[in-house]
């Protein structure tokens, strides 16, 4: 099973949803910036609906997918259905996750070595089979993934150049990343709403996106925001 970069792992996974007979597979990978409490993702997409997670960053899914909350609080494995039972997400991400083809589905994640981080995996599809054969191919195969997807996500973090964002310009962002307007960032920062735009007119410009939402998502690839 050797596995070195984004392709071969994106292969390897679409094995392991075939082994399972899932129509869908996708991981992230999330860990501390060195010296920060500031969370980097790294997302693959070895197969997913098309346009699904472009559409999850835009709509910061993110924020109350109970799924990632329930990853990143216990790992392990975990099936959808059950999670969504125990906190339900608003109704409104269902069904657009149904509409996608994503209404059943395993997730998996495994803690990293420093206990701030780890993996998510995901797979998942309309008939999606929940048995003991598919949980025990998941045990076996995850840690090799988790190992392989920590090792890229440590490469693209030494190629990532450093983002020119001042401090205010943080602040801007988090609150915006959180749904607050402009009018909310500004009484929370205690600065005026034209300001507030000033600065979310200057952010997507040095993130290289074309709106907020877009800003918000380079901002969580780029470990400047983190994840609640």
């Not at 969370?39 to 993110?62: E, K, N, T």
């Not at 216990?74 to 969504?84: A, S």
């Not at 997730?107 to 990293?112: A, H, I, K, R, V």
Request: charge should be neutral; proline fraction near 6%; glycine fraction near 8%.
């Amino acid at each position: 099973m050797d596995c070195k970069d984004n392709q071969a792992l994106s292969a390897l996974m679409r094995k392991v949803g075939h082994l399972i007979e899932a129509d869908f597979c996708a991981c992230l990978f999330r860990s501390k910036d060195p010296g920060t409490d500031l969370d980097r993702i790294v997302i693959l997409d070895a197969f997913f609906p098309a346009g699904w997670l472009d559409h999850y960053s835009r709509r910061q899914f993110h924020l109350i997918d109970p799924i990632i909350a329930e990853n990143f609080n216990h790992f392990g494995l975990q099936y959808w259905n059950e999670t969504y039972q125990k906190a339900p997400p608003p109704s409104m991400f269902l069904g657009e996750a149904e509409d996608a083809g994503l209404k059943h589905g395993f997730s998996y994640g495994l803690q990293d070595r420093s206990g701030t981080g780890g993996s998510l995996f995901s797979f998942a599809g309309p008939r999606l089979p929940s048995n003991l054969r598919s949980a025990a191919i998941l045990q076996q195969v995850l840690p090799h993934l988790h190992r392989v997807l920590g090792e890229i996500e440590a490469g693209e973090r030494a190629l990532t150049p450093s983002v020119p964002l001042s401090v205010r310009e943080l602040e801007v962002l988090k609150w915006t990343s959180v749904g607050k307007s402009s009018w909310e960032t500004g009484k929370i920062l205690r600065i005026s709403e034209r300001t507030v735009n000033f600065h979310m007119r200057n952010i997507p410009v040095k993130l290289d996106s074309v709106n907020r939402a877009q800003a918000v998502a380079m901002a969580l690839k780029l470990g400047l925001l983190s994840l609640p």
